[in-house]
Nanobody, 119 residues
Framework: QVQLVESGGGLVQPGGSLRLSCTASTSHFSNSALGWYRQAPGHQRELVASISVSGRTDYADSVAGRFTISRDNVENTVYLQMNRLKPEDTAVYYC?????????????WGQGTQVTVSS
């Protein structure tokens, strides 16, 4: 069973930055697409960003230009660099392994890390 462990969440002021990390315990990391979802209270879970095996990235419109997803296949780690954070970015962020079939489809999930943007 794949284990995904996120870190890097916390409290940040509007306009600030955070970098989330997620390390996976699987030998299939380099052959997997990766993604970050988030879920805010009272909202459905939404896909924030994904990255393919080849490194192609996709972003939700709400974060494009502010967030960057990247991967390190040596360290089995996926990152989410979040800049110019807004209060509406407050949510629990989940990383996952997945694949592309028409769109990104997650298969394994981390436990989530809380991001709070507030002054």
């Amino acid at each position: 069973q794949v284990q995904l462990v996120e870190s890097g969440g916390g409290l940040v002021q509007p306009g600030g930055s955070l970098r989330l990390s997620c390390t996976a315990s699987t030998s299939h990391f380099s052959n997997s697409a990766l993604g970050w979802y988030r879920q805010a209270p009272g909202h459905q879970r939404e896909l924030v960003a994904s990255i393919s095996v080849s490194g192609r990235t996709d972003y939700a419109d709400s974060v494009a230009g502010r967030f960057t997803i990247s991967r390190d296949n040596v360290e089995n780690t996926v990152y989410l660099q979040m800049n110019r954070l807004k209060p509406e970015d407050t949510a629990v962020y989940y990383c996952n392994l997945g694949y592309y079939s028409g769109r990104y489809r997650p298969t394994d999930w981390g436990q989530g890390t809380q991001v709070t943007v507030s002054s």
